[in-house]
């Protein structure tokens, strides 16, 4: 009982201050015995270079150099950096001149060497009988060594002139004059810029990467062309949710503070247009476009391109239905697209298509009781409530296997594609349900192909 209470009032008293003073303790104990083997210090004493003498070389300055470049670029490379500081991302990158530098230039002293007489001096004998070295027999030559010299350039300078090259033609299409013809003010902080480019064509679905010198002459921030390729002009939505895109939306008039005509708009710099897996979706008879949040922004074009091809008499086009689903936790920061949509339903009815393109809306979340029972006023109405479009909105998530395994019962002995633009984990979903239902029996085949916004 005695020592128990002893070990309370040790612990009350200073057992934190005792724990860390015998914890050093213990390391100076260890280290100090390692000072007295001399034979031990003289041993080891001649097996490396001096850490001092590393910062004097240029291998251990520069293997320093890329260190720190690929630390600050891998960090500056995760996702919240990219979404929400995507500035320190893009200028961080460009740490990628001095790494290349340092890498190439890495091995310049050559301080790793290989033995250049192997022919008079054999290793694998000589190593046997070190006291011979120098004198009679075979090991009288001494060993010579060469550096190995700078390597690393053998393996860049292609691609690295394919670089040069790109970053050529960016320069030049950064001096090429676009035209803008038309700003437009959508609902939820969204404009829309409609330009033209001498010499520019695209496909749907496809990128662009913009430029404001006024802003910017160092960042290029892309964009998703929401034009059909048929339309006389590109187009691009931008929601105004940072500096740059606010600042743009600024200089084109597109805040809502003051009007500017055509010719006070700045002057924008283009770069591609640039291919996603979305392009390859006339290749099909039956397609499923389904977006999830902002990935609906690629089907804008892939839709209006799809309708206008099915529309030319002289066109046979490949495809022939169209399932389109849009999944997202509120359409406010989309109402651009719902009226894309509502023009699309017009078209279709206008001319006797109406089965052409079937599409269902899903919200995820967003609605509480007031509009619940404003939704259930509404329903007996023509057109939906929130979207305007005359297909009803759902409510909660779709369910994948019915939906899939409605389509491939729709249209047996036929090649499918399936296309999403959404997150990563909804992709892996989509992936597994479209191969679940691909029957080779029945000669019905899902084609994924997905893009990570």
């Known amino acids: 009982m005695t020592n128990y209470t002893c070990c309370v009032l040790s612990k009350q008293e200073g057992l934190a201050f005792a724990r860390a003073s015998a914890a050093v303790l213990?390391?100076?104990?260890?280290?100090?015995?390692?000072?007295?083997?001399?034979?031990?210090?003289?041993?080891?004493?001649?097996?490396?270079?001096?850490?001092?003498?590393?910062?004097?070389?240029?291998?251990?300055?520069?293997?320093?150099?890329?260190?720190?470049?690929?630390?600050?670029?891998?960090?500056?490379?995760?996702?919240?950096?990219?979404?929400?500081?995507?500035?320190?991302?893009?200028?961080?990158?460009?740490?990628?001149?001095?790494?290349?530098?340092?890498?190439?230039?890495?091995?310049?002293?050559?301080?790793?060497?290989?033995?250049?007489?192997?022919?008079?001096?054999?290793?694998?004998?000589?190593?046997?009988?070190?006291?011979?070295?120098?004198?009679?027999?075979?090991?009288?030559?001494?060993?010579?060594?060469?550096?190995?010299g700078m390597n690393t350039w053998k393996w860049v300078v292609g691609p690295m002139f394919l670089y040069l090259v790109e970053r050529g033609i960016r320069f030049y299409r950064s001096f090429q004059t676009v035209k803008i013809m038309k700003v437009v003010n959508h609902p939820s902080k969204?404009?829309?810029?409609?330009?033209?480019?001498?010499?520019?064509?695209?496909?749907?679905?496809?990128?662009?990467?913009?430029?404001?010198?006024?802003l910017s002459h160092l960042e290029w921030h892309p964009f998703t062309l929401t034009s059909a390729p048929e339309d006389d002009f590109f187009s691009v939505h931008i929601r105004i949710a940072g500096d740059w895109t606010g600042g743009l939306a600024k200089l084109c008039g597109g805040d809502g503070k003051q009007t500017r005509s055509l010719s006070d708009m700045p002057r924008l710099a283009v770069d591609g247009p640039f291919g996603t897996a979305t392009t390859d979706v006339f290749k099909y008879p039956v397609v499923m476009c389904i977006g999830a949040g902002i990935g609906v922004t690629p089907f804008a074009s892939i839709l209006k391109s799809i309708w206008y091809q099915y529309n030319q008499n002289n066109v046979n086009p490949v495809v022939k239905k169209v399932y389109f689903f849009w999944i997202c936790p509120d359409t406010n920061a989309f109402e651009w697209f719902t009226d894309l949509l509502q023009y699309l339903e017009e078209r279709m009815v206008e001319t006797g298509n109406r089965d052409f393109l079937e599409y269902n809306i899903y919200l995820t979340r967003g609605w509480g009781p007031n509009m619940a029972r404003t939704i259930v006023l509404h329903e007996d109405e023509e057109t939906d409530i929130i979207t305007g479009c005359k297909q009803k909105t759902r409510y909660g998530r779709p369910e994948w296997n019915g939906i899939f395994g409605s389509v491939a019962r729709a249209h047996p002995r036929t090649n499918i594609g399936v296309f999403f633009c959404g997150p990563a984990v909804l992709s892996h979903q989509l992936h597994q349900t479209a191969n679940a239902h691909s029957n080779v029996v029945e000669g019905t085949k899902f084609y994924y192909n997905k893009e990570n916004f």
Request: charged share 15%; aromatic share 12%; glycine share 8%.
């Open 26 to 148: 213990n390391f100076n104990c260890m280290l100090i015995l390692l000072t007295m083997c001399r034979n031990l210090l003289s041993s080891i004493r001649g097996l490396g270079v001096p850490v001092v003498e590393l910062w004097k070389l240029a291998a251990g300055i520069t293997g320093a150099v890329i260190t720190l470049c690929l630390i600050l670029m891998l960090s500056s490379a995760t996702e919240l950096i990219r979404r929400s500081y995507f500035e320190v991302f893009w200028y961080n990158h460009h740490l990628f001149v001095i790494f290349y530098i340092g890498l190439v230039v890495h091995g310049v002293q050559g301080i790793v060497r290989f033995q250049s007489n192997t022919d008079e001096h054999d290793p694998e004998t000589c190593s046997k009988n070190v006291t011979s070295w120098g004198k009679e027999g075979d090991c009288k030559t001494l060993p010579k060594f060469a550096p190995f």
């Open 190 to 214: 969204v404009i829309e810029i409609q330009m033209k480019k001498a010499g520019f064509h695209h496909a749907a679905g496809q990128y662009i990467f913009l430029k404001c010198p006024k």
